[in-house]
């Protein structure tokens, strides 16, 4: 019993033809989209990669990239197919080729959706990639005068500008460490001389952060320095304080700008790939109702189309006894040839 | 009456004007829509702008008018192209006969007028922008610390954000924020002796200080932001004067925008001289197609040869002609039949 069977007359075929023709190219156009939004996630990535420590992983473009390439490939050659059926001397010539071709579309339809699953699942690597570059960002935001970590601070402060974010959980991760370097410190003076005696590795912590914290939305010029302190500033309690810094850490908004960007672009892979999936099968269809053309002299008749020969369970044993006749068909002539060297040697 | 501008068109010229022609008109569909967009773009960046521009600024009629003329030159290329399409296809050209004679009209009164308001707009508004920006720019550092007063509360916020995207500081440099009150009277301590001192030292009784808003601050500055006491070399240790400042931001807002806003404006001209070039050049084909088929009644595949010409007769025997039609109706003449309808009926000169 086969799979799903349609009966296809000349019109239907041609019909069916032409609409897989255009359907194939649209389809190059959704490879060449999904060829676009692999470069841009990964320009993305590289642009940030700095506060990643360098090491994030670059699987997710580089595979989107991939892919979209060869749906083009595989979606324009489709589509010279679909052309060339209407005609049957031109069909002849891709006849031998079509079934291992649709074997392969079906094998790139799955890596498809493969690809399209890794968009959402990639988000807890990338957390634990934020988290480690950002911590050692921060600290090498004093190290201005070291060449190769120059940058960080720029970085890091422009960061924390457009992304509204403040230090790594929150704006408290500053108080730990040194975030001004000793060059611009004056160590004759005895305020830093205490702060510096007092702490256990010599570091001059403040509870103060950079400028870049600061939120514009408050409606008081912001505080920066002794945070901790309410006494230090007018009518200021810095429990109840919310608008004077950006509350957010920065770990937590890069990590849902790339969820909510992946996110959209695994939406837009999964659609491609059911349109992908329509056209792989109606292109099943065109090749079986072309091949049940019974009379090639007659182009009018009635054909059947369907997906698979026989049912499921039917074609997965027919599948595994092919594979087992192959096994069987080297070891045969494996044994034939020792048989036949063992009374050569001997 | 001799036919102003005449051009002899056999068959294979007036086909060739037609394919060039179309070709032409979809340029001119794609220039009016980049057009569009350039002025579209403008309108979205001064809605950001407005509070920094005064009021009584011009300038926002710019990108007005820029859309509506872009809009009817897109208009333009796309009935030329229409029409062009149509000039070869014997089947398609007669119902374009009656309506491309006001479509012309309409074009080059409506159209070219529009360009050529907008291009006039382009040219002279910028200089505007001077004194728009010194009055919108100032009144926003005067309301920085009105974060309570209604109606200007977002000054503070929208000041902050500027400077932090644009890269500036204060109107002309940093020194502006000196000469204003910038911190809210609110978050002052009525109680310190240095608050005090300093509102009693001012005539107004503003309380200034030489230091400048957060936003201010360069990102490039190797050390941390120095904002308070800026004009005393002795309150940060180690802070070399002779070495560029890259504490904070050198240039002045007034001088980003300005620069901004002018260099939009001036594309935004080139491309509308662009789009008036090639909207006469569409107008021009179509009107010497039109009057080379009408030479021939209509008939697209005449061989004969027909002649093309801008206007029927030169601008005095026009008007004339164009009185006696008005007048003639009310002083019929015995033994006279209708007149003689000239084709094409043209009524208005060019604007």
Partial sequence: ?346 | MAPVLPLVLPLQPRIRLAQGLWLLSWLLVLVGGLTLLCSGHLLVQLWHLGTFLAPSCPFSALPQFALAASAVALGTGLVGSGASRASLDAEQYPPWRGVLGPLLVAGTAGGGGLLVLALGLALALPGTLDTGLEEGLGSALAHYKDTEVPGRCQAKRLLDELQLRHHCCGRHGYKDWFGIQWVSNRYLDPNDHDVVDRIQSNVEGLYLIDGVPFSCCNPHSPRPCLQSQLSDPHAHPLFDPRQPNLNLWSQGCHEVLLGHLQGLASTLGNMLAVTFLLQTLVLLGLRYLQTALEGLGGVIDGEGEAQGYLFPAGLKDMLKTAWLQGVGPHRPAPGEGPPEEEPPKEGLPEA
């Fill in chain 1, 1 to 346: 019993m086969a799979l799903l069977k349609v009966k296809f007359d000349q019109k239907k075929r041609v019909k069916l033809a032409q609409g897989l023709w255009l359907m194939n190219w649209f389809s190059v156009l959704a490879g060449i989209i999904i060829f676009g939004l692999g470069l841009f996630l990964k320009i993305e990535l590289r642009k940030r990669s700095d506060v990643m420590n360098n090491s994030e992983s670059h699987f997710v473009p580089n595979s989107l990239i991939g892919v979209g390439v060869l749906s083009c490939v595989f979606n324009s050659l489709a589509g010279k197919i679909c052309y060339d059926a209407l005609d049957p001397a031109k069909y002849a010539k891709w006849k031998p080729w079509l079934k291992p071709y649709l074997a392969v579309c079906v094998l790139f339809n799955v890596t498809l959706f493969l690809v399209a699953l890794c968009c959402f699942l990639l988000r807890g690597s990338l957390e634990s990639t934020l988290a480690h570059g950002l911590k050692n960002g921060m600290k090498f935001y004093r190290d201005t005068d070291t060449p190769g970590r120059c940058f960080m601070k720029k970085t890091i402060d422009m960061l924390q500008i457009e992304f509204k974010c403040c230090g790594n959980n929150g704006f408290r991760d500053w108080f730990e460490i040194q975030w001004i370097s000793n060059r611009y410190l004056d160590f004759s003076s005895k305020e830093v001389k205490d702060r510096v005696k007092s702490n256990v590795d010599g570091r001059y912590l403040v509870d103060g952060v950079p400028f870049s914290c600061c939120n514009p939305n408050s409606p008081r010029p912001c505080i920066q320095y002794q945070l901790t302190n309410n006494s230090a500033h007018y009518s200021y309690d810095h429990q109840t304080e919310e608008l004077n810094l950006w509350l957010r850490g920065c770990r937590a908004a890069l990590l849902s700008y790339y969820s909510n960007l992946m996110n959209t672009i695994g939406a837009v892979t999964l659609l491609v790939w059911l349109f992908e999936a329509t056209v792989t099968v109606g292109l099943r269809y065109l090749h079986t109702a072309l091949e049940g053309v019974a009379n090639p002299e007659d182009p009018e008749c009635e054909s059947e189309g369907w997906l698979l020969e026989k049912s499921v369970p039917e074609t997965w044993k027919a599948f595994l006894e092919s594979v087992k006749k192959l096994g069987q068909g080297n070891q045969v002539e494996a044994e034939g040839e020792d048989a036949g060297q063992a009374p050569a040697a001997g």
